[in-house]
C-alpha cells in the first residue's frame, strides 16, 4: 500500500512521516499530481497559515486535485481546515469539501481559555469506524487557534470555549483537528484505522 503525505510548505510533516513509519506504511512526501493520484492512501497534514497554504496549493493546481480523489483520504490540523469551504483566518477561500466555515477562537476570559488552544482535551460522541476502539473521552493533543464549525459531518467533537468539530467524514474524506502523531496511543489507533479500516 502506497500512502502519499501531500507537500505544500505546512509544518509538522516530519513526526507524520515517521508516525506512519512506526505503523509500517510506505509513506511518501510529494506535491506531484500523478504520485498522489495514484496512491492507495493520501494524508494531508499541517500546522500553519491558512491563505499562504492555499496559495501553495493552487500554484501545483492541488486545489483542483484533491477535491476530485475517490482514495481514503485524511486530512490533520490546518489539513482539516483547508478541506473546509472558508476560513475566518486572513478572508481565505479554502477547497470545498466540507460545507463547514472555519471560525477563530474568541476567548471568553483570558484567566480561564487561552487561544491558541494548546493541549490535551477529549473526544466525545464518537462515530464511524476511523474510531473503532476508542473509548468515549479519549484524550489527543491540540494547538490551533481556529475551528471547525459542527455539522452533520462531525464525526467527533471536543469541548473549549464551545464545541467544535473535532473530527469529520464526508464519502472518502477524513480529518481531525488535533494531531494524531502527537497523541499517543490514541492517535496511533486512529491513524491505524485509517490505514487499515477505511
Known amino acids: 500500500m502506497q500512502v502519499a503525505v501531500i507537500k505544500y510548505n505546512a509544518g509538522n510533516v516530519q513526526s507524520v512521516l515517521f508516525a506512519l513509519e512506526r505503523l509500517g506504511a510506505n509513506a511518501v512526501l510529494t506535491d506531484d499530481i500523478e504520485a498522489i493520484s495514484k496512491a492507495d492512501k493520501v494524508i494531508f497534514p499541517g500546522q500553519g497559515e491558512a491563505s499562504t497554504a492555499m496559495v501553495y496549493l493552487k500554484e501545483k493546481k492541488l486545489d483542483k486535485l484533491i477535491p476530485s480523489l475517490k482514495q481514503p483520504f485524511f486530512g490533520v490540523c490546518l489539513g482539516q481546515q483547508l478541506l473546509c469551504d472558508y476560513s475566518e483566518e486572513n478572508d481565505t477561500t479554502c477547497l470545498g469539501v466540507f460545507p463547514v466555515k472555519v471560525k477563530k477562537f474568541i476567548p471568553e476570559s483570558y484567566l480561564e481559555f487561552k487561544v491558541p488552544h494548546v493541549g490535551w482535551n477529549n473526544l466525545m460522541d464518537l462515530k464511524t469506524p476511523l474510531l473503532k476502539g476508542l473509548n468515549e473521552d479519549s484524550y489527543v493533543y491540540y494547538v490551533h487557534s481556529f ?21 469529520m467524514h464526508k464519502d472518502n474524506f477524513y480529518a481531525m483537528q488535533a494531531h494524531p502523531e502527537k497523541s499517543g496511543k490514541v492517535g496511533e489507533r486512529i491513524l491505524e484505522n485509517f490505514l487499515s479500516k477505511t
Do not use: N, P, V
Not at 475551528?147 to 473530527?167: G, K, N, P
Open 147 to 167: 475551528y471547525c464549525e459542527l455539522s452533520e459531518f462531525a464525526i467527533a467533537q471536543t469541548h473549549y470555549i464551545h464545541d467544535f468539530a473535532a473530527l
